[in-house]
């Protein structure tokens, strides 16, 4: 912890408070610096960022489509998800960092096995495993993942002491193994995005859990319809479909669902949705 704490005070903040007197606005570190933010940092920046989503009504399905993001920009993998267990006690895919991601994921929950699955299902993680080496263990899911351009899995469970409410899936597209500093920050990670679920206003009844994994679920299906809008209004793929929704709802400060619902109801058409900045080329 004390770790942490000097890495966020010696760099992350420090960063914020010299942009302010220096009246760089919003720049990030790379613009200014010319090379990225060191990975301590951004780890750092990360658990502030998820710890900051933390507010009163806050949204489920943005916090996990954020940690699984953060999970891409500071680990060594390739794509992350996110599943949490519903009511009814099926899983169900509630984020994922890319739509190959989502994709693949849900192919898993069809077949009942893979990582995340049994991971779920154990409790238990289930780290560096190769997927050219698991087919009798996962026969379906591993060339189907493979087949995805995926070589290597790892699930994390979801879980605060004897209640785990899913599991956090990584992959990488190369063989090899994540180091347990990478493990160990995935699982904090994963940690810090339980607990806000789980005691969100201070409640931990069984009900209120359920309430609230049952509203992220159906904000999930009103979102994954208002995408598939977006995407055949616009001439879009499904990624950069869910790239604009998430980009106006976060420039006008909106729930992602609510946002959703709009382009549903015909209040907001999606050719009124921020327009994405254009790719960088290397």
Request: aromatic residues 4%; contains cysteine.
């Amino acid at each position: 912890m004390g770790g942490l704490r000097s890495t966020l005070h010696g760099t992350d903040l420090e960063w914020a408070a010299a942009k302010s007197l220096l009246g760089l606005g919003t720049a990030t570190w790379a613009e200014v610096n010319g090379a990225p933010m060191p990975r301590e940092a951004t780890l750092a920046r990360t658990f502030v960022e998820l710890a900051d989503s933390l507010v009163a009504d806050f949204d489920v399905v943005e916090l996990l489509t954020r940690l699984a993001d953060r999970c891409v920009d500071v680990l060594d993998v390739a794509a992350a998800g996110i599943m949490l267990v519903a009511p009814e006690g099926d899983l169900r895919v509630i984020a994922s960092s890319s739509e190959a991601m989502r994709v693949l994921e849900l192919f898993e929950l069809q077949a009942q096995e893979g990582p995340c699955v049994d991971c779920y299902r154990t409790g238990q993680p289930a780290v560096n495993q190769d997927l050219a080496t698991v087919n009798g263990r996962w026969p379906l899911f591993a060339a189907e993942a493979l087949g995805a351009g995926f070589r290597s899995v790892h699930a994390l469970p979801m879980r605060l002491r004897g209640t785990i409410i899913g599991a956090l899936n990584l992959f990488r597209i190369d063989q090899g193994e994540m180091t347990p500093a990478d493990v160990d920050a995935a699982q904090a990670l994963a940690d810090v995005a339980t607990i806000g679920i789980l005691q969100h206003r201070g409640a931990a009844e069984a009900q209120v859990v359920n309430e609230q994994l049952n509203h992220a679920l159906n904000s999930r299906v009103v979102i994954e319809q208002a995408k598939g809008m977006v995407a055949e209004r616009e001439s879009l793929d499904m990624e950069q479909a869910f790239a604009r929704l998430r980009k106006h709802a976060r420039s006008h400060n909106l729930r992602l669902v609510d946002v959703a619902r709009d382009i549903i109801a015909g209040t907001m058409p999606a050719s009124a949705l921020d327009a994405l900045a254009p790719a960088k080329h290397t």
